[in-house]
Each structure stands twice: as structure tokens, then as C-alpha cells.
Nanobody, 118 residues
Framework: QVQLVESGGGLVQAGGSLRLSCAASGRTFSVYAMGWFRQAPGKERTVIASITWSDGNAYYVDSVKGRFTTSRDNAKNTVYLQMNTLKPEDTAVYYC???????????WGQGTQVTVSA
């Protein structure tokens, strides 16, 4: 199993930036990919970005493409989500997740609140 601990959320004004971190421990050597999800009040949790652990190949949904960047530091077993040009509609609880197989997100961080004020 893998354990995930997130950090870095907070309150920021529109146009500002935040960086989220997700530190993984445990059976990290078998992780296929790490994902970033968010859940706004009254909405479903949806994926916004992901990165494969071995080669760093990243994927983004259109709503964050060009503003958000995910990266990983294999030596620290940590992935990051750099969020720039934040908008009020980015307000949500952000989660990181790990998968051992493509598309199967079986392990989750505790979530961190990101609030973007207008």
C-alpha cells in the first residue's frame, strides 16, 4: 500500500498562485501514476491532472491546461501541483491519488482546501 499526505492549500486572490505537494510513502516503487483531483461543494470529485511515475508524462483537463503544472521528484517520492492564474472557480478541496494500474485510483490523500477569492 501507499500512503499520501498533502500540503499547500490555502486562501489566495484571483490571479495568484499556490503549490500543492503530495508526499508518498510505503510501496511507492509499484506506483504507476499519481493524479490530482478536486471536488467543489455540491459537485463530484473529478480528475484535473495526472503524471506517470516512471517517465513524468503529464495529462491535464482543458480547464486547467496552461495554468496548472504537475511534476514529480522521485528521490523525495513527492508530486507537486503548481497552480497559476487561479480563478474563483478553482475553489475546491484538492486530493492527490495513486494508482498501481492505469485509471485505478485506489489510494487517496486527506485533501486540502483551496479557496480563490474574487
Amino acid at each position: 500500500q501507499v500512503q499520501l499526505v498533502e500540503s499547500g492549500g490555502g486562501l489566495v486572490q484571483a490571479g495568484g498562485s499556490l503549490r500543492l505537494s503530495c508526499a508518498a510513502s510505503g510501496r511507492t516503487f509499484s506506483v504507476y501514476a499519481m493524479g490530482w483531483f478536486r471536488q467543489a461543494p455540491g459537485k463530484e470529485r473529478t480528475v484535473i491532472a495526472s503524471i506517470t511515475w516512471s517517465d513524468g508524462n503529464a495529462y491535464y483537463v482543458d480547464s486547467v491546461k496552461g495554468r496548472f503544472t504537475t511534476s514529480r521528484d522521485n528521490a523525495k517520492n513527492t508530486v507537486y501541483l503548481q497552480m497559476n492564474t487561479l480563478k474563483p472557480e478553482d475553489t475546491a478541496v484538492y486530493y492527490c491519488a495513486a494508482s498501481y494500474n492505469p485509471g485505478q485510483w485506489g489510494y487517496w490523500g486527506q485533501g486540502t482546501q483551496v479557496t480563490v477569492s474574487a
